[in-house]
């Protein structure tokens, strides 16, 4: 059972590059999330899905985009890549928002030079 | 605003038992997660509670005090393996968590 599968795991970029990382849950999640992850910060929420076809934006949007065309999937771009960019980005997943515990990937680390 | 407060680092002693604290303030309130995420790894679920009191789940406890605005986590018998960081999150009136920065925990020998 995969659970949620991040890819790519590493990727280093220039500035003004664009990217895309994808996450891939076989749960049957309704729910699904972007966080990205730096030192001395919480979790920080950059856009979500509450189903197929459907996004909106978390805390901290700017400079990223989203799309969920398929239930299983939640891609997450980079426009144009910038040092502050540089980031752990974790992918969840829920099937329930009240109460359900998130389902993480195992991360993917972008340097941005 | 929002804002969930823990410690930044801890230290205990392997066989000990420590107590990581957690204070919250959000828009409403609709339960309090806590999660443990090993250095380079994915967090992890550990607990979930909504209404007051404790919650034991073998070696780890979790507690809440919705009127104090205030959780904490119970680690008993503490082995090396539960050398990592602890994170605290609420979840809000929009059933959105706002997360903790995390307490680091480490365990000597």
């Known amino acids: 059972n995969a659970g949620v599968t991040q890819t790519p795991k590493f990727r280093v970029l220039k500035t003004g590059q664009s990217m895309t990382l994808l996450c891939a849950q076989d749960m049957n999640h309704e729910y699904m999330y972007w966080y990205r992850q730096d030192p001395g910060m919480g979790l920080r929420l950059i856009h979500y899905?509450?189903?197929?076809?459907?996004?909106a934006k978390g805390e901290v949007p700017d400079g990223y985009n989203v799309s969920r065309l398929k239930k299983q999937n939640f891609l997450l771009g980079l426009e144009s890549a910038a040092p502050s960019q540089t980031s752990v980005y974790f992918c969840?997943?829920?099937?329930?928002?009240?109460?359900?515990?998130?389902?993480f990937g195992e991360g993917s680390r972008l340097t941005v030079l | 605003g929002q804002n969930i407060d823990q410690p930044t680092e801890m230290t205990a002693t392997e066989g000990a038992i420590v107590q990581i604290n957690c204070t919250y303030q959000?828009?409403?309130?609709?339960?309090l997660f806590w999660y443990q995420q090993h250095a380079g790894e994915a967090p992890t679920f550990l607990s979930y509670?909504?209404l007051d009191g404790l919650e034991e789940k073998g070696r780890f406890s979790s507690f809440l005090s919705r009127s104090k605005g205030y959780s904490y986590l119970l680690l008993k018998e503490l082995q090396m393996k539960d050398s990592a960081s602890y994170l605290c999150?609420?979840?809000?009136?929009?059933?959105?968590?706002?997360w903790g920065a995390g307490t680091k925990l480490i365990i000597k020998p």
């Open positions: 969840a997943s829920t099937r329930v928002v009240d109460t359900g515990e998130l389902f």
């Open positions: 899905s509450v189903g197929e076809g459907t996004t």
């Open positions: 509670n909504v």
């Open positions: 959000t828009s409403g309130f609709n339960g």
């Open positions: 999150a609420a979840t809000d009136s929009n059933y959105q968590l706002i």
